[in-house]
């Protein structure tokens, strides 16, 4: 089964509020983790990654925060647009050296914002 | 700067036909992977390359797939006879290297089996 998983399928806010977005993953050796934005039609938009040796990483109106302890990341996103409207994925990837080396996504969560 | 693209965006195959798809990886990266997602779902990983090698090919589905990539560039994925559970939208990624680090994704190829 996949080791990556999201609370909720679809979150709904209000255009300008803030949103979180979470994400439990259960392989506690995964060393690095990406949040995707897929809008419809379109692959994976690259938004944020943190390094397992991080807990915290900001960006421009996002955040991402890493709990080691308890497997869990979350994806803020301040202040949301319309634009942010898009399934949000996030993944983890274990570089194992020898065997595969693709990213293990979880099923995604749709936010909707609302005008 | 030029992304990964894929071609075809969209395939209408029969059931029981060969398809190939195709990849572009961003210029200079050595590493490619193949995803497929169905619908509402999430990305499930196939393949991965890194050069023209895939060391490692366990998430093919089986044994109708297949995936080859020369002068370390553009990647073919290739279904035989087709199912109609191979209906997915199947994506690209490539990537400067192996490990953690991030990858881009093209925009799909949408296969429809009928």
């Known amino acids: 089964g996949e080791s990556v998983g999201l609370h909720l399928p679809t979150l709904s806010v209000q255009e300008g509020d803030n949103s979180i977005i979470n994400c439990a993953y259960s392989?506690?050796?995964?060393?690095?983790f990406i949040w995707y934005k897929q809008e419809s039609g379109k692959g994976p938009q690259f938004i944020i990654d943190?390094?397992?040796?991080?807990d915290k990483r900001q960006g421009q109106r996002v955040t991402v925060l890493l709990n080691k302890t308890v497997k869990h990341l979350s994806l803020q996103i301040a202040a949301t647009q319309p634009g942010d409207s898009a399934v949000y994925f996030c993944?983890?990837?274990?570089?194992?050296?020898?065997?595969?080396?693709?990213?293990?996504f979880g099923k995604g969560t749709h936010l909707i914002i609302q005008p | 700067g030029a992304g990964v693209s894929q071609s075809p965006s969209n395939k209408v195959t029969e059931k029981g036909k060969d398809v190939e798809l195709r990849c572009d990886p961003i210029?200079?990266?050595?590493?490619l992977y193949w995803y497929r997602q169905s619908l509402g779902q999430g990305l499930e990983f196939l393949i991965y390359?890194?050069?023209?090698?895939?060391?490692?090919k366990s998430g093919l589905p089986s044994d109708r797939f297949s995936a080859e990539r020369t002068g370390g560039s553009v990647s073919t994925l290739t279904i035989q006879r087709t199912q109609q559970e191979d209906s997915a939208v199947y994506l690209c990624?490539?990537?400067?290297?192996?490990?953690?680090?991030?990858?881009?994704f093209g925009p799909g190829t949408r296969l429809t089996v009928l």
């Open positions: 990624a490539s990537s400067p290297g192996l490990g953690p680090i991030t990858q881009y």
């Open positions: 210029s200079g990266h050595t590493a």
């Open positions: 392989n506690s050796a995964s060393d690095y």
């Open positions: 993944a983890e990837n274990l570089h194992s050296g020898g065997g595969a080396d693709g990213l293990t």
């Open positions: 390359f890194q050069g023209n090698s895939a060391p490692d």
């Open positions: 943190i390094r397992s040796n991080m």
